[in-house]
């Protein structure tokens, strides 16, 4: 079966996922034709040991990748639950020989037309769900998550962000008729063109990838430029090359069992101390970048991608803004287990807590800051009272300068301000060797605005004492203008001062939870309902995932020809 044959089978083969999953983007109802937990995964005890066989049966080796342009072999990663190395080594590749091979393996899939190219997508998507029992490992060993966020986050909810990048993709491809008869009177002459429209790829996308969330982001981007034509390189971040191997050797294969050239996929992996993410920025064959990283990095490569175009998310100042409640504990827990939620290394995670300095109205009686940092505190000692319920919501610090950076936090905080609740490491009931720490919360006033108005980025937070709650809101729209934000969450009783924090934040670019309380974590994105990231503030220029994530990908080529 020719190539352009397998991919239209395989468009026919995933039809029915490609609408419902239209279907949940235009509704943004809940949806994902993924199971939610790993216990429900196909024949799950099974899988689940084999994918664990699996990785293990990766530590100490070469990792083989059959790319061109191999010049050498990198890796150093660390896992962040043993504290020993993985000892995987990876093809380094040589720059211009991916280009070379990425564009020549471009006419053909171009070629094979918009249905062809989302069939196989969606058979990518379809392989790493099938691969998901080894990825979990990956990610948990690289990231620190924990195996069950391994599983969900890293698995399928970043699979049903790729596909809702397809399905954007498709919609906007779908848009533009191939053909059309034009016809119109010139004086006495009847004047009829037949016109061609073709859909043009920019060319060759980089997507990086960051080290705590390397497939959330990846996916959606590395789908949305493939299906729109484009060949992708992937460029790992140092410390989590893993998940992305893997990610990239399955698409290959699935690239080429469908008949088309694997170097529509290939990994540039580098090192720390010989980094290669400017080289590939300023690259003059790169027409696409998608970065998720630091702001500092992030803010680079917006200024420097030009005539590039560049998709970013960096980071953010999460803001909390507390004016009243009907119940206390249900939100300082809400509060609390976000808080502690993979130590906070999510870009969704709340920091700053606002509170009006004479307090909050809580069921008709006043709340002093005092009180609410006691049950504040309380509720951090409840998510951290059972090692094992501690160790499913914390995972592990991702990287040693996180602890670093609580430590100079501490120092700072107490020398500002007051410490509510001090970090300190936990022992992991199943990793001995973890590196892990409980959350850190600092209590400041606006004096003290230079330590809590950038991310610090990790397991701290910090409650921010106000002269009332419009300051807070004030203050904090301020913090997303000026720093990025990408959550908020605001309670309050007063439909009033909700109805202004959803247009002022909504203005900042942010977008916000009022009154969430419960089992659900506070900063859960939903795929095919939330949009991630708004692109207007310094938070990111890109939203996961609407139209404008994928419009710009391709272009439209017209050609015209009389018609006697």
């Keep these: 079966m020719s190539a352009p044959a397998t991919a239209t089978r ?25 199971p939610e937990t790993p216990d429900r995964y196909p024949d799950a005890a099974a899988a689940l040991e084999r994918g664990e066989a699996t990785f293990r049966s990766l530590l100490g080796r070469r990792f083989e990748l059959d790319q061109p342009g191999e010049i050498g072999r990198l890796g150093g990663e660390i896992s962040p639950y043993t504290g020993q190395p993985l000892g995987i080594d990876y093809p380094q590749a040589d720059a211009d020989a991916l280009y070379r091979a990425a564009h020549a393996a471009m006419p053909a899939w171009v070629d094979a037309g918009p249905d062809a190219r989302v069939g196989v997508c ?34 399928t909810n970043a699979l049903d962000r790729g596909i809702e990048a397809v399905v954007y993709a498709h919609q906007a491809m779908s848009a533009v008729t191939p053909a059309a008869l034009w016809e119109r009177r010139f004086g006495s002459a009847t004047i009829r063109l037949q016109k061609r429209y073709r859909l043009v790829p920019r060319g060759v996308a980089v997507c990086f ?28 971040h140092p410390t989590g090359i893993l998940p992305m191997a893997l990610s990239v050797r399955v698409a290959r294969r699935v690239l080429a ?12 992996v580098d090192s720390a101390e010989q980094p290669i993410g400017k080289l590939l920025v300023k690259h003059p064959q790169t027409a696409i970048i998608d970065f998720t ?14 005539p590039a175009l560049c998709y970013t998310e960096t980071s953010g100042v999460n803001t909390v ?10 939100v300082v827990r809400s509060l609390a287990t976000t808080m502690h939620l993979f130590s906070a290394q999510m870009c969704t995670s709340p920091q700053n807590i606002y509170v009006p300095r ?9 709340i002093s800051v005092d009180e609410l940092c006691d049950a504040l505190a309380a509720a951090y000692r409840g998510v951290t009272a059972d090692p094992r319920r501690a160790a499913s919501i914390l995972a592990a610090i991702q990287s040693p300068s996180t602890l670093e950076l609580i430590d100079s936090m501490r120092a700072a905080g107490a020398r500002h301000g007051t410490v509510v609740v001090d970090s300190a490491p936990y022992a992991h009931p199943e990793h001995p060797g973890a590196r892990t720490a409980t959350p850190l919360l600092l209590r400041l006033t606006p004096a003290a605005r230079d330590l809590y108005r950038e991310e610090r980025f990790g397991p701290i937070g910090f409650v921010i004492e106000t002269d009332d709650a419009d300051a807070a809101l004030q203050a904090a729209t301020s913090d997303v203008s000026a720093a990025g934000g990408i959550t908020a969450f605001a309670y309050s009783t007063r439909d009033e001062f909700l109805a202004a924090a959803e247009s002022a934040y909504a203005a900042a670019g942010a977008q916000l939870t009022c009154n969430l309380t419960g089992p659900m974590p506070l900063n859960f994105a939903a795929s ?12 990111g220029n890109a939203t996961l995932t609407d139209a404008s994530f994928v419009t710009a990908r391709f272009r439209v080529a017209q050609s015209r020809r009389p018609v006697a």
């Design 358 to 366: 004479r307090g909050i109205d809580v069921g008709g009686k006043r």
């Design 528 to 539: 095919y309902s939330d949009y991630h990231v708004t692109g207007l503030n310094p938070a």
């Design 10 to 34: 395989l468009f026919d083969q995933h039809r029915d996922l490609l609408e419902r999953a239209a279907r949940a983007c235009a509704t943004r109802e809940y949806f994902s034709p993924f």
């Design 209 to 236: 990838t960051c080290a705590t969330f390397p497939t959330w982001n990846a996916y959606p981007a590395m789908l949305a430029s493939l299906a729109t034509g484009n060949a992708v390189i992937v460029k790992p």
């Design 257 to 268: 069992s469908a008949g088309f050239d694997p170097n529509l996929v290939t990994m540039a």
């Design 293 to 306: 990283g630091s702001a500092r990095f992030g803010a680079w490569v917006e200024q420097n991608a030009y």
């Design 321 to 330: 803004m507390l004016d009243s409640a009907h119940e206390l504990e249900p």
């Design 122 to 155: 969606l058979e990518i998507v379809q392989a790493l769900f099938a691969e998901l029992p080894v990825l979990l490992h990956a990610v948990m060993h690289t990231a620190g998550q924990s195996y069950a966020m391994s599983y969900a986050g890293s698995g």
